[in-house]
């Protein structure tokens, strides 16, 4: 669309108040024109104003060169009022320097920049300074110029190289030259190549191009600016929900790139040489070659207006001043479009500038001095617009008035006391504009008239209705912002011109993270203290910071280790949960061994404590550690450690002092199965006993026998060095040389029964089934079983095998045999021959023996014939009672009379 031509004249006003129509009445212009308000540095844009305030002048310790339109002068500064980044490649220095400097041009750091071929420098979200060159490495620098870390954009990048880059926050999104293929890694500590669809360039270099991160804003952030008594904003395209690139092409459209996708938008005016995107993610403007500026929303739905600037050379930057107005720089000037493209404002350098584009206005940088480029807040503009009735100007005025002991000052507070959401309405405001003013003057003025305001609000009648709180803290809480905030701004090591908006949107957490960066330790626990935030990570970045910077090329003496060592832990001792496990590990990174045991010793807790010291290399004290903790997952922790950086002599000898921790290796290598260990740790620590048990049970778990007889040996080297019981060493002799003749004999004898593993009993009883007697007496010889054990061998055997005549052989023309006649008595019987049994119960010396073993057989007969013959009435009248046969209790009465 066409743009009419307009003529701007701007008309001073005289310094007093008056109402707003008045103002407008002395202001002559053609068409809509841009008026100068009393507030001089004020300037109007399609019911906006905005303004220029100065920051700082800056103190460049030595010549630097802004000019953007050199492809040498690398210039980058980070969002929320952080540092520059300054490096001019141009220079007759043969090796350039990269500078950092904070906002006000003093230096906080320089490093000699030693790779050649930068393409694009930029900010992470953690302030780390970015730098990727066109061969496709990537440097990442602290802002105190350490390297932290660095990486490479993929194969494509190191074989094409690179034409063009975009940095925004953790995101890289590059194209590679020869292919213009994109490349998109996220994540800077740890980058992670993310796939992205490929537009069809038609092999061409894109024109410019933007990303649109996942939450839509640029600085990570979507902001609401001037909530109070502001407008609703004009309809405009939804922020995408993931990322987005926005490509322009040379053939003059615009390809929206999608992780799956690339649409091409088919737009013209191209192609677009510059593109910038609004602080919300919802704007697009977009600069075409022809000269003029579109504004479009994002999603590419609406085109909101175009500005045709008629100049014949492209911007050097782009930026928008909040979402309403875009920023162009020139080579002498900057060129400010209104909301809808109909307004206008040049501002004339003398000196080339840069700008850095923040969520709620622009830095602009020049040689000499740091400005900020803002719209006027609406608190502010309702307060100090000419002939303002606003309830905030009226309590802003009477608090002047106050001050000045006008008569009847307070006229203009009684006239809004009557309604106390008037009165909460006017404090407010003057709280919004104090929050958002840089002049400590004005704060202060604003301030007064809020305690004013709330001073009438808290003794109003009607000042108790739930619709009528007011926080008790609140004016309270603006002042510790605002002091917290000039502190920052002020010129000297710090000059961070943070807003309150931008605190907003930072969060103070994450301030703290940044002053940290610049070890403002005591600033940060004011800050901390003011906003009631815990001071943890402060202190411990004091601490680490504190043992690096003490480091020095004399080696300490460990005295002044220890001194540190107490210093830290002093300091820390005001946060009784304070770890001192990281600034212990940073000590000994710093290879500071000595401060390093000292701060661990000092920690509370040891599950930090003993994996310190492991990680230390002190194995013996972290294992004193663990057992003094009483915690066993502890222990075990040492001493799987010990296990794989000892051999099993130092482990073992380590473990001879330490009852406690045998006892859980013991009982760990056993319930784990690791027998081999648990052997060897039982013999170290000298439990023979329990080592030679140990043996005994791996032995007869293998199946050779060689391999059995081996650890049989090995017990029986344990039980004899157990010198109070040789017992059980004979024992392992004994059942190995059984082991042996079992194995020999089974071989030469060719027995149906195996002999291995039995007993000397059970051997001796094979043979005897057999019929081997000699080879079964050899064997009671050779192991010395006692005379009666073979004795009951063999008349268990020949029993169980019906060998009665064997059986009787033994007694037979013998004297009474060393295990007597029950024996056989009991063998015959249990093996069901009773006749063969009577034959031994004659026998028996004794005849009371002889009758009840008659008598439990059932052999009645016999046992009436023992008990006549010996004349034993008792025995008979017994047979009498318990038999039940009528022939044998027959003769039983024959012969009981004849003996009575």
């Known amino acids: 669309m066409e743009r009419p031509s307009w003529t701007i004249i701007f008309v001073p006003v005289v310094g007093i108040r008056l109402r707003l129509a008045d103002c407008y009445a002395n202001t002559v212009a053609v068409g809509v024109a841009v008026t100068t308000m009393s507030t001089g540095d004020w300037q109007l844009l399609y019911e906006r104003y905005y303004r220029r305030r100065h920051l700082y002048d800056m103190a460049w310790p030595r010549p630097v060169q802004l000019s953007a339109a050199s492809r040498l002068v690398f210039f980058e500064a980070a969002s929320f009022g952080g540092p520059f980044a300054y490096l001019n490649l141009s220079g007759p220095k043969a090796r350039p320097e990269m500078q950092i400097y904070t906002s006000s041009g003093i230096l906080i750091s320089s490093f000699s920049w030693k790779h050649a071929n930068l393409l694009k420098m930029g900010w992470s979200n953690d302030q780390s300074l970015v730098c990727v060159n066109n061969d496709g490495r990537v440097f990442v620098f602290s802002i105190h110029g350490d390297l932290i870390t660095q990486f490479t954009l993929g194969k494509e990048a190191s074989t094409h190289g690179l034409c063009d880059c ?12 020869t292919t213009f293929e994109l490349i998109y890694f996220h994540g800077i500590g740890n980058p992670v190549r993310m796939p992205l669809a490929q537009p069809d360039l038609h092999r061409e270099p894109p024109s410019s191009m933007v990303v649109v991160p996942g939450n839509g804003s640029p600085f990570g952030v979507s902001p609401s600016f001037d ?3 502001s407008p609703p904003s004009s309809p405009t395209g939804a922020p995408p929900s993931g990322i987005i690139v926005i490509v322009g092409t040379q053939s003059g459209t615009i390809i929206k790139v999608e992780e799956s996708s690339a649409e091409d938008q088919m737009l013209s005016g191209g192609p677009f040489v510059q593109m910038a995107l609004s602080p919300d993610g919802t704007r697009l403007a977009c600069f075409g070659a022809s000269g003029t500026l579109h504004c479009l929303t994002s999603d590419f739905k609406r085109n909101i207006f175009e500005f ?27 060129l400010l479009v209104g909301e809808l493209g109909y307004n206008f404002v040049s501002l004339p350098y003398d000196t080339p500038t840069r700008i850095a584009p923040e969520i709620d206005g622009v830095r602009i940088v020049t040689a000499s001095t740091c400005e900020f480029l803002e719209q006027v807040p609406k608190s502010t503009e309702s307060l100090f617009t000419i002939g303002s009735i606003a309830p905030g100007a009226m309590l802003y005025d009477a608090a002047e008035a106050l001050e000045k002991r006008i008569p009847n000052a307070d006229e203009n507070i009684r006239t809004i006391i009557a309604d106390p959401s008037v009165v909460k309405e006017a404090i407010q405001t003057c709280l919004h504009a104090a929050q958002r003013e840089f002049d400590v003057r004005l704060q202060k003025r604003l301030l007064k008239a809020a305690s004013i305001g709330k001073l009438f609000f808290d003794t109003s009648d009607n000042a108790d209705g739930p619709d009528h709180d007011l926080d008790p803290d609140l004016i309270r809480n603006v002042v510790q912002t605002l002091r917290m905030l000039n502190t920052l701004r002020s010129e000297g090591s710090i000059a961070i011109p943070l807003t309150f908006d931008q605190l907003e949107a930072l969060t103070p957490s994450v301030l703290i993270d940044r002053l940290l960066q610049r070890n403002q330790h005591v600033l940060c626990l004011k800050i901390c203290e003011a906003l009631n935030l815990d001071s943890k990570r402060v202190l411990l970045h004091w601490a680490i910071a504190k043992v690096n910077q003490s480091r020095s090329d004399v080696v300490s003496t460990q005295h002044e280790e220890v001194q540190l060592a107490r210093l830290i832990v002093k300091r820390l001792s005001i946060v009784p949960s304070m770890s001192l496990a990281p600034i212990a590990t940073a000590a000994f990174r710093a290879h500071r061994p000595v401060l390093a045991i000292t701060l661990c010793d000092n920690e509370k807790r040891p599950s930090a404590q003993v994996p310190l010291l492991i990680s230390m290399n002190e194995e013996e004290r972290a294992l004193d550690k663990a057992i003094a903790s009483g915690d066993t997952d502890l222990i075990f922790l040492c001493l799987q450690h010990l296990r794989r950086s000892r051999s099993h002599s130092a482990l073992f000898s380590m473990l001879q002092t330490r009852p406690l921790a045998q006892s859980l290796l013991i009982e760990y290598a056993r319930q784990s199965g690791q027998m081999d260990l648990l052997k060897n740790a039982l013999y170290a620590l000298q439990m023979t006993r329990p080592a030679a048990n140990l043996a005994v049970q791996q032995a007869y778990k293998q199946e050779h026998l060689t391999e059995r007889l081996k650890g049989l040996q090995l017990a029986a ?28 004999l089974e071989a030469e004898s060719a027995t149906a029964t195996p002999l291995v593993d039995r007993s000397v009993s059970e051997t001796i009883d094979a043979f005897l089934a057999e019929g081997k007697v000699t080879q079964a007496s050899k064997l009671q010889q050779m192991f010395k079983v006692p005379a009666k054990r073979f004795w009951h061998i063999q008349v268990q055997v020949y029993a169980r095998t019906m060998q009665w005549a064997a059986l009787y052989a033994l007694v037979d023309g013998r004297k009474t045999p060393p295990i007597g006649f029950a024996p056989f008595v009991e063998a015959c019987i249990a093996n069901g021959n009773l006749d063969e049994a009577v034959r031994y119960v004659a026998l028996l010396p004794d005849t009371a023996d002889r009758m009840e073993w008659l008598c439990n057989m059932g052999r009645w007969k016999d046992a009436v014939q023992v008990a006549v013959a010996t004349h034993d009435l008792d025995a008979l009248r017994t047979i009498q009672s318990n038999c039940a046969e009528p022939d044998v209790l027959e003769i039983v009465e024959k012969a009981i009379k004849r003996l009575s």
């Not at 975009?166 to 030259?177: K, L, R, S």
């Not at 492209?314 to 720089?329: I, S």
């Open 166 to 177: 975009c940095i925004t926050g953790d995101c890289i999104v590059a194209v590679t030259d």
């Open 227 to 229: 909530a109070l008594n």
């Open 308 to 334: 045709g600037t008629t100049s014949a050379q492209a911007p050097l930057q782009m930026a928008w001043c909040t979402n309403h107005a875009v920023v162009l720089t020139f080579e002498h000037h900057i």
């Open 717 to 744: 080297q344990f039980y004899y060095q157990d010198k109070r019981d040789p017992f059980w060493g004979t024992s392992a002799d004994d059942q190995i040389k059984l082991l042996q003749v079992q194995s020999r």
